[in-house]
């Protein structure tokens, strides 16, 4: 029987370790186990492994030559490369497009909380951009769609321009970005780039809030924003603070796919 190790301090992997339990696993420190977990994402910093005191090289070197399985998500290139020089097996579970789909459904709820909590008008009614047409992207404009917004997508791929339209969104190329961003209530953005610059922020009404749920540096030049007063909420980590126990079980259920 495989024996488990679950790194990580956030609800998530504390209901992880719940439910391997309930189920007739075991549960046990780092040395005797043959499977070890790690949080979403790894590492915040590329420092240390998310939530832990020990290092993401500290954790390498431990695995190393052990035959221990390693499973996480959301792991950075550089710890990749890491870890196959060190012949270590691992999973990225955010490489599985199964994993990644629902875990936007979780993002996509606790976004919506987010605009509820930091505006004082209903979604009903009001315009909604999300930029990015992926993965949460779509989970996102169905459900803001069920609230009665107004909801603009912007995409690059006419495939996915066309999809918008057929799914009864306005679809927005980026180069008509600067043209729309003005009008709108709220503004979803799911792009890890930069894309509400200097230039689109000065667009933007002060009325406006900004949702920012791209990973590290996130789509929105903050500095600026701050100091102009926008209404910015970067918003990280959704799954583990509005849905802990879904989003393990979710983990969960991918992690008994790969064994």
Known sequence: MNKYCIYGTDLRSKYLRKIFKEEGNEIVDF?????????????????????????????????????????????????????????????????????????????????????IGNTEFTLHGSNVLILGYGRIGK????????????????????????LISAMGYKAIKLEELDEVIGNMNIIFNTIPEMVIDKKRLDLVSKDTLIVDLASSPGGVDFKYAKETEKNVEWSLALPAKVAPYTAAMYIKNEIDNII
Request: aromatic share 6%.
């Open 139 to 162: 989970v996102l404009a169905k459900m803001l769609m069920g609230f009665g917004a107004n909801v603009y997508c912007e995409a690059r791929k006419e495939k996915d321009l066309a």
């Open 31 to 115: 040395e005797h186990a043959n499977i070890v977990i790690a949080p979403i994402p790894f590492s915040k910093d590329g420092v240390k492994v998310n939530g832990e005191i020990i290092t993401c090289i500290e954790l390498i070197e431990n695995l190393k030559d052990t035959k221990k399985i390693l499973i996480s998500g959301a792991i950075s290139n550089d710890i990749k490369e890491n870890l196959k020089e060190s012949n270590i097996i691992y999973y990225d579970l955010m490489e599985n497009d199964s994993m990644a789909i629902y875990n936007a459904i979780p993002t996509s709820e606790g976004a919506i909380a987010v605009a």
